[in-house]
C-alpha cells in the first residue's frame, strides 16, 4: 500500500464534455513486500521489501458516460525520486549513484471512475510499466543463475474532487 496523490486538469474535447482529455502531477508510491522465502530459509524477515517514490505524469483521454462513469486510457511518465530495498532483513542502503532501477519509468494506464456524490468520485487504475525499471540477476545455492526483468504493475483506487464539475442531480432537476 502507498500514497497516491496530487492534482489534475481537465479539459473537455466536445460541447458534451463526455470527452476530455486530463494531465496530473502525481507523487506515486509503488512497490512489493514478500514476508517469507519460497523455501526453508534461516536469515531474517522480511524475505523481500521495496518502495519505489515517484513523481509521476500521466496524460489521460477519458470518455463520460451519462456524467456518471468515466473511462480512461492513457499512459505516463515517472521519475524514480527515491527507493529502500529490504532482502533477508538488511537494508540494501542505495544511493542516487548506485541505484540499480531505471530513474524513469513509462505506464500504460486503463481505468474507471464513477460519481459517488456531486463532485466526489472514486476512481480505480491499473498501471502497468511498458519499459523495464531492473534487470535483475539470481543465484542459488545449487549454483543456478538466472536474470529476470522487472517491472511495475500497479492498481490504484482514489477519490477525487472536480472543483469545476457542472454535474446537476437528477433528484435536482425534478424539484426545479
Do not use: C
Not at 2 to 23: C, D, R, Y
Not at 40 to 61: A, C, G, Q
Not at 67 to 85: D, Q
Request: charged share 25%.
Amino acid at each position: 500500500f502507498g500514497f497516491n496523490v496530487g492534482a489534475a486538469a481537465i479539459m473537455p474535447l466536445n460541447e458534451k464534455q463526455s470527452m476530455n482529455i486530463s494531465i496530473e502531477t502525481l507523487f506515486n508510491q509503488k512497490g512489493a513486500y514478500q514476508k517469507y522465502p519460497f523455501s526453508y530459509d534461516t536469515t531474517s524477515y522480511p524475505y523481500y521489501k521495496i518502495n519505489l517514490n515517484y513523481l509521476e505524469v500521466p496524460v489521460m483521454f477519458q470518455y463520460t458516460d451519462k456524467k456518471v462513469m468515466t473511462f480512461e486510457a492513457g499512459f505516463s511518465w515517472g521519475r524514480l525520486v527515491s527507493l529502500k530495498e529490504i532482502e533477508h532483513g538488511s537494508d540494501l542502503n542505495w544511493n542516487r549513484q548506485n541505484w540499480p532501477y531505471a530513474r524513469d519509468d513509462w505506464n500504460a494506464i486503463a481505468g474507471l471512475r464513477f460519481r459517488i456524490h456531486n463532485k466526489w468520485h472514486l476512481n480505480i487504475r491499473y498501471a502497468y510499466s511498458i519499459t523495464k525499471i531492473r534487470t535483475r540477476e539470481f543465484s542459488n545455492q545449487a549454483g543456478s543463475e538466472w536474470t529476470r526483468d522487472q517491472y511495475n504493475n500497479l492498481i490504484s483506487l482514489r477519490v477525487y474532487y472536480i472543483l469545476n464539475d457542472t454535474y446537476v442531480s437528477p433528484r435536482k432537476k425534478k424539484k426545479d
